[in-house]
């Protein structure tokens, strides 16, 4: 069968990669190239524990106290406030004690198998090396703020996550490259990271391409539409006929979606990174700076310090006082973290108001497939996705229950 993904973004090529294995005649479409958007320059966590959703009872208490400070880890544009109010309506809706509790069901069963997901497609893309797992930190410099994420933990703890309460002694002994300023943390043994998310996609691209998929470089502008649904796509250089369609399109899907008869409340939470290429201190494994709401990687191209959100929509211009706020936090992390050969970057994060990603078949056309809104854990998230988008084209029961996922919940 011929299958058409628009995005090549992890989600998008994951899927291409899965369809690929399936047999089907692949095709990526995307406006840049592969991993240049979002899944550039994420922290490389792979977290089958990040299964609490964004919006908790607790966090949204806190929410008045991060809005104080402009560079603090929640940002938002005031300009931007009008339109974003009925996304964060939805957003606060979903941080409801019932509806939480089922996000982290439905986020446990996507995130669980991330490891076993990835397997296949990146021994195959000889890309296994980037994939290290060699377990993950929440740190907390107070054992107050300890104390305030415990029903998080618990929540984790009921849904089966392996994790172990450290003291500060431990947290050195883990990860001895750490200021001494931290007095309790949780260790995730069953966690890891990626050492080069955007190589990680490149690499899954130039398996499919060796293998006889295409990667063409165009903008989707919208579809040509007759009563079976979606005939073909209108690109900047010309209509694209497609039979089978995944929508992987990140923080832009929902322009599309809606097109096709699914409007989708989506947001884009921008994300910061800094990377310090030769930052003279050789950390093992990914670290979040809990109360402080970033995550420390060691990269194949430097020491990463990644988070904070911004809610400012797709178009306006990065702040990237922000990401220079995280090398300042960066340095408290990790004494002795040198300046040298700074880059700074800002990504749109895909988030749906209930923190669930949309993995679904279109109820209006059933040639149509989408992948998108995995927000905070698109690269924990990515691998388990493109088995479940392959088993759905194949008409296959999928590898997980896919009802909490529905395109139409909203
Ligand atoms: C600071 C930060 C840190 C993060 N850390 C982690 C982490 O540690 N662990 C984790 O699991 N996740 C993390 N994430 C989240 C993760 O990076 C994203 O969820 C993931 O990259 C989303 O992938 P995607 O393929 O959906 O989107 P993208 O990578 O954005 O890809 C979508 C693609 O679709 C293309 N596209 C859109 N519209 C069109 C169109 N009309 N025509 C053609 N092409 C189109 C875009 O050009 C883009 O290339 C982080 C994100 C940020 C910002």
Redesign the pocket.
């Given at each position: 069968m011929k299958v058409t993904v628009?995005?090549?973004?992890?989600?998008?090529m994951c899927c291409a990669s899965y369809l690929q294995r399936d047999g089907h005649d692949v095709t990526v479409?995307?406006?840049?190239d592969p991993g240049?958007?979002?899944?550039f320059?994420?922290?490389?966590?792979l977290?089958p524990g990040s299964i609490m959703p964004v919006a908790t009872p607790g966090m949204l208490s806190q929410v008045p106290k991060w809005l104080a400070d402009p560079l603090g880890p929640l940002a938002i544009r005031w300009g931007y406030l009008l339109p974003v109010l009925p996304w964060l309506v939805k957003f606060v809706h979903a941080g409801r004690m019932e509806r939480v509790i089922e996000v982290a069901a439905a986020l446990r069963s996507l995130l669980k198998p991330v490891f076993e997901s990835y397997d296949p497609i990146a021994k195959a893309a000889g890309a296994q090396g980037l994939i290290h797992r060699s377990g993950q930190m929440h740190v907390y410099r107070s054992e107050a703020a300890f104390r305030g994420d415990a029903l998080g933990w618990k929540i984790r703890r009921d849904h089966g996550c392996e994790i172990e309460e450290i003291d500060a002694h431990q947290i050195r002994q883990i990860e001895p490259a750490l200021a001494p300023i931290f007095a309790r943390g949780i260790h995730f043994p069953t966690h890891g990271h990626c050492s080069n998310p955007f190589r990680l996609v490149q690499m899954l691209a130039e398996q499919l391409v060796r293998n006889g998929g295409t990667i063409m470089r165009?903008?989707?502008q919208g579809f040509r539409l007759d009563a079976r649904g979606p005939t073909a796509l209108k690109t900047d250089g010309g209509d694209v006929e497609i039979d089978r369609l995944v929508i992987?399109?990140?923080?832009?899907s929902h322009k599309?979606s809606r097109e096709l008869g699914s409007a989708v409340p989506l947001e884009s939470q921008r994300?910061?990174?800094v990377t310090v290429a030769e930052p003279g201190v050789a950390p093992r494994i990914n670290v979040m700076w809990a109360d402080a709401k970033f995550?420390a990687t060691p990269m194949d191209v430097g020491l990463r310090f990644?988070?904070t959100v911004e809610l400012a929509g797709l178009n306006a211009p990065p702040d990237y006082r922000r990401a220079e706020v995280l090398l300042q936090r960066g340095k408290q992390m990790y004494p002795g973290v040198k300046d040298a050969r700074v880059s700074e970057w800002m990504?749109?994060?895909?988030c749906t108001p209930d923190t669930i990603p949309v993995i679904s078949r279109s109820p209006h056309w059933s040639q149509v497939f989408y992948a998108?809104g995995?927000?905070?854990?698109?690269?924990?998230?990515?691998s388990t996705t493109g088995r479940v988008i392959a088993d759905l084209v194949a008409g296959r029961p999928p590898v997980i229950d896919v009802s909490p996922f529905r395109i139409d919940r909203f």
């Open positions: 628009i995005g090549a973004g992890i989600v998008g479409i995307d406006a840049v240049e958007s979002c899944s320059g994420n922290a490389g966590g977290s165009r903008r989707v992987a399109a990140g923080a832009w599309l994300g910061y990174h995550m990644a988070g990504g749109h994060r895909p998108f995995h927000g905070h854990t698109g690269l924990s998230g990515a």
